[in-house]
T-cell receptor, first 112, second 113 residues
Framework: SQTIHQWPATLVQPVGSPLSLECTVE??????LYWYRQAAGRGLQLLFY??????ISSEVPQNLSASRPQDRQFILSSKKLLLSDSGFYLC???????????FGQGTRLTVV | QKEVEQNSGPLSVPEGAIASLNCTYS??????FFWYRQYSGKSPELIMS????GDKEDGRFTAQLNKASQYVSLLIRDSQPSDSATYLC?????????????FGKGTHLIIQP
């Protein structure tokens, strides 16, 4: 069966520090991969999606970036965090050609 | 830009009753519809998918789709305190689905023992 791993679960970072969140998927090949953010009191916002290695599409302009160095690995990064980057970051995957998406455990990021 | 609208609640339902959650969507061309359950502090969990008009039942859950009215609902029968959560409605950004889902803001459901 397929599983998705996301870490760390919680993170407290100072303003201006870098960020790297990692997500890996097991049990499937060539998945579609996604990064979402859920800010307090707001809905889920799609940040990035990827349909293959090195292929990244951004939905929202911001100081975040994403990379997909391997088929089942998706990384969310920032060079300098802002207070407004605080939120619950969720990685998700779907099978190619399928619209059902499955989420990882999430990372709760607090920028102080 | 596709929009998905849900009543934020809270929706309070006594234990054992039927909870009815509603969702409307803006894009008449949407073909896939999903319900996710999200417990406080946790990630969303897919509980129902529906693709055709009518009802789809899975255990205590029934999803209902009316494409003409652009309306999808989720019924939870014999509600349990463990059903207390936020329920998110979602549709794909595009037909293929590779570019992700757009979510409603969710309905907070409280099951009263």
């Amino acid at each position: 069966s397929q599983t998705i791993h996301q870490w760390p679960a919680t993170l407290v970072q100072p303003v201006g520090s870098p960020l790297s969140l990692e997500c890996t998927v097991e049990g499937t090949s060539n998945p579609n991969l996604y990064w979402y953010r859920q800010a307090a009191g707001r809905g889920l916002q799609l940040l990035f999606y990827s349909v293959g290695i090195g292929q990244i599409s951004s939905e929202v302009p911001q100081n975040l970036s994403a990379s997909r160095p391997q088929d089942r690995q998706f990384i969310l990064s920032s060079k300098k965090l802002l207070l407004s980057d605080s939120g619950f970051y969720l990685c998700a995957w779907s099978a190619a050609g399928n619209t059902e998406a499955f989420f990882g455990q999430g990372t709760r990021l607090t920028v102080v | 830009q596709k929009e998905v609208e849900q009543n934020s609640g809270p929706l309070s339902v006594p234990e054992g009753a039927i909870a009815s959650l509603n969702c409307t969507y803006s894009d008449r061309g949407s073909q896939s519809f999903f319900w996710y359950r999200q417990y406080s502090g946790k990630s969303p969990e897919l509980i129902m998918s529906i693709y055709s008009n009518g009802d789809k039942e899975d255990g205590r859950f029934t999803a209902q789709l009316n494409k003409a009215s652009q309306y999808v609902s989720l019924l939870i029968r014999d509600s349990q305190p463990s059903d207390s959560a936020t329920y998110l409605c979602a549709v794909p950004y595009s037909g293929g689905g590779a570019d992700g889902l757009t979510f409603g803001k969710g309905t907070h459901l409280i099951i009263q023992p």
